[in-house]
């Protein structure tokens, strides 16, 4: 695993992309499919996506100094992701995060899903959106816009659902967008699963990063990251980790303690709650 297949550690402003290499092939899949990687670029910042899964493979951007280097833990090729297994920088869906119990009630039917994590359904089932190709919508040297339709009962949920993910640069940001229409009422929520080290390719672990998150509440979940039902919780002025040994215990300014196992694996809300 690394963050990008070269690393830029220089001050200077990125070259503008020769069209001809904004698009170039990223292996094979075990089936034969062939995977596409996308380049993303401008005077700031360099991303690179793969049409396999929608996944982010690597990000180049300058720090506080002007260095840049690669800030996003990828792999090389279509079939290190294969191999690896895991959503490393995929689009999640048709449901990230789990669903207990692999079923769900909705309009007084019960539907059962595939199930992938023990008792649960984790970011989809087994066959979800960071596991299949996107198809291409429109692409340009900012802009990238890819597009995936699940079927009618894929991974036993109800509706066909027709995803796009609009992936743009504007100065020094990278803006992800996710947006689903369904035939049928169907649970939706999608999300992306990029691995950040901000200090850049050769920093090690993110144990001394400085994170605020800017939410209005998160969801409280059990010991298996199972939502428990209660309301969410809210957070005044967002919640804070400001120490290495935060990442095993985060504290919030009103509040000593939110959900966090193996990482800030909680589901924070911006805005309004309900």
Request: proline residues 5%; hydrophobic residues 35%; negative net charge.
């Amino acid at each position: 695993m690394n963050s990008g297949s070269r690393s830029n550690t220089n001050t200077a402003p990125l070259a503008t992309a020769d069209a001809s290499a904004l698009v170039e092939p990223f292996g094979e899949a075990q089936d034969g499919h062939r995977a596409a990687l996308y380049t993303l670029q401008n005077r700031n910042i360099r991303v690179r996506i793969t049409d396999y899964g929608g996944r982010i493979v690597s990000v180049e951007a300058p720090d506080r100094t002007g260095r840049h280097d690669h800030v996003l833990l990828g792999f090389d090729s279509v079939a290190d992701y294969v191999s690896a297994r895991g959503a490393f920088g995929a689009v999640l869906g048709r449901n990230a995060n789990r669903i207990a119990g692999g079923r769900f009630t909705l309009d007084g039917r019960t539907y059962e899903l595939s199930k992938n994590e023990g008792d649960s359904t984790l970011q989809g089932g087994k066959v979800g959106f960071a596991n299949v190709f996107w198809s291409l919508d429109r692409f340009d040297s900012t802009e990238l816009v890819l597009r995936f339709v699940s079927p009618e009962g894929d991974q036993g949920f109800p509706g066909e659902l027709t995803v796009q993910a609009t992936y743009y640069l504007k100065d020094h940001a990278l803006r992800l967008e996710l947006r689903a229409e369904t035939t049928k009422a169907t649970p939706v929520s999608l999300s992306a699963h990029p691995y950040f080290n901000l200090a850049g390719l050769s920093a090690g672990d993110v144990l001394d990063h400085e994170i605020t998150i800017a939410a209005d509440a998160f969801l409280p979940t059990d010991a298996k990251q199972i939502p428990t039902g209660e309301n969410p919780f809210g957070c005044q002025d967002g919640v804070r980790f400001p120490q290495a040994d935060d990442f095993g215990g985060p504290h919030s300014p009103g509040r000593s303690s939110v959900a966090l196992r193996k990482g800030i694996r909680s589901l924070f809300y911006f805005g309004k709650t309900a």
